[in-house]
T-cell receptor
Framework: DAKTTQPNSMESNEEEPVHLPCNHSTISGTDYIHWYRQLPSQGPEYVIHGLTSNVNNRMASLAIAEDRKSSTLILHRATLRDAAVYYCILRDGLNQFYFGTGTSLTVIP | NAGVMQNPRHLVRRRGQEARLRCSPMKGHSHVYWYRQLPEEGLKFMVYLQKENIIDESGMPKERFSAEFPKEGPSILRIQQVVRGDSAAYFC?????????????FGPGTRLTVT
């Protein structure tokens, strides 16, 4: 059963920042927060992960609330290639991922 | 370094037949995970394997489904006596043999259609 809650869909204009929220109020102290995205007819692709501190990489930034009960994936400049379903996932100590239904991001040119 | 490979990419089976889905992990990876994705839904964890061991099969249906990851060769997800409800995309992922592997690398999936 999914342990995260995300909006079903979001829209963004091309080249504008996108903030994708995720609630995980039942997160445990050892759960990592991962984000993956899935393009149509493809397998999920790793985006970013974190535990407590905010994280940045070449694809995105991850902002984690101080109480860790929510997080936000930030795409700094959305492109058409960023249109996908974004999954916020908790990884437990056994390295198992619990996927929710994700947020379908539409990027408007 | 080739990514995770799955074959076949598409598989059609009649009700009652057997389906065998294969997954070759990335080079050097010894952990394999199988997930099932029904249309318009997220991925559901099925089973987690290491070489010659099933670590967690809590997501596997109790009947007709089995998985293995032999010492040599790909991991196999086997579905016996398929039914229409088994139609889905099945994804395999792999990760390195470290205690805290941060990423899972996913294959392109096998789309099973049961007619």
């Amino acid at each position: 059963d999914a342990k995260t809650t995300q909006p079903n869909s979001m829209e963004s204009n091309e080249e504008e920042p996108v903030h994708l929220p995720c609630n995980h109020s039942t997160i445990s102290g050892t759960d990592y927060i991962h984000w993956y995205r899935q393009l149509p007819s493809q397998g999920p692709e790793y985006v970013i992960h974190g535990l407590t501190s905010n994280v940045n990489n070449r694809m995105a930034s991850l902002a984690i609330a101080e109480d860790r009960k929510s997080s936000t994936l930030i795409l700094h400049r959305a492109t058409l290639r960023d249109a996908a379903v974004y999954y916020c996932i908790l990884r437990d100590g056994l390295n198992q991922f619990y996927f929710g239904t994700g947020t379908s991001l539409t990027v408007i040119p | 370094n080739a990514g995770v490979m799955q074959n076949p990419r598409h598989l059609v089976r009649r009700r009652g037949q057997e389906a065998r889905l294969r997954c070759s992990p990335m080079k050097g990876h010894s952990h394999v995970y199988w997930y099932r994705q029904l249309p318009e839904e997220g991925l559901k964890f099925m089973v987690y394997l290491q070489k010659e061991n099933i670590i967690d099969e809590s997501g596997m249906p109790k009947e007709r489904f089995s998985a293995e990851f032999p010492k040599e060769g790909p991991s196999i997800l086997r579905i016996q006596q398929v039914v229409r409800g088994d139609s889905a995309a099945y994804f395999c992922a792999s990760s390195p043999p470290t205690r805290t592997a941060y990423e899972q690398y996913f294959g392109p999936g096998t789309r099973l259609t049961v007619t």
